[in-house]
C-alpha cells in the first residue's frame, strides 16, 4: 500500500512572455502552463543538472574576463529539455481565429520554434511555481482542500 498525499499528478503556474512592440509598450504575453511533479530522484537529476549548468556558464565568464581560453559551453540540460519532461498542458494559447489550441508536445514545440523565448519562459514558470512557500497561514488561506488539523 502506498501513501497518496497529492492526488494530482500535475499543477498550474502563471506564466508570461514580454515581447518587444511599440516603443515602451511591449507585448505581454500571459498564460497558463500545467506541470507534472517530478519524484524526489527526478527532482535531484534536474535541480543536479541545472547546477552543472552554471557552474560551466560561471567557467565561460571567468575566462572571458581573465581573458583565457574560453571552453566551449555545453548545457547539461537545456530549457527545451526541461520543458519536455515537466510540461503537461496549458491555457492561453489560440490560434489566428483566436480560437484555443490544445495543448500537445508538437503543439508546444511549434509555439518554442515561431516564438523566440516562449521555451526559456515556461522553464521560468515552473521553476518559480515547483517550490511554493511552506509558510502554513498563506498556504491554508490560499488552499481548496481544508487543513488536515482543526
Avoid at 571567468?62 to 555545453?74: D, G, T
Wanted: net charge negative; glycine share 2%; charged share 30%.
Amino acid at each position: 500500500m502506498s501513501v497518496v498525499i497529492n492526488p494530482h499528478p500535475a499543477f498550474w503556474a502563471p506564466g508570461h512572455l514580454v515581447i518587444p512592440d511599440q516603443p515602451d509598450k511591449p507585448f505581454v504575453f500571459k498564460y497558463k502552463a500545467r506541470f507534472r511533479h517530478l519524484s524526489e530522484a527526478e527532482q535531484k537529476d534536474l535541480d543536479d543538472k541545472i547546477a552543472l549548468n552554471q557552474e560551466r556558464q560561471q567557467a565561460h565568464f571567468q575566462a572571458i574576463l581573465k581573458r583565457e581560453p574560453v571552453p566551449k559551453f555545453e548545457a547539461a540540460i537545456t530549457d527545451k529539455e526541461i520543458v519536455a519532461l515537466v510540461m503537461v498542458d496549458w491555457e492561453g494559447f489560440t490560434d489566428a481565429e483566436k480560437k484555443p489550441v490544445p495543448y500537445t508536445p508538437a503543439a508546444r514545440d511549434q509555439a518554442c520554434a515561431d516564438t523566440r523565448g516562449l521555451d526559456a519562459s515556461f522553464c521560468r514558470a515552473y521553476l518559480e511555481a515547483r517550490n511554493p512557500s511552506q509558510v502554513l497561514k498563506d498556504a491554508e488561506k490560499n488552499s481548496e482542500a481544508p487543513p488536515a488539523t482543526t
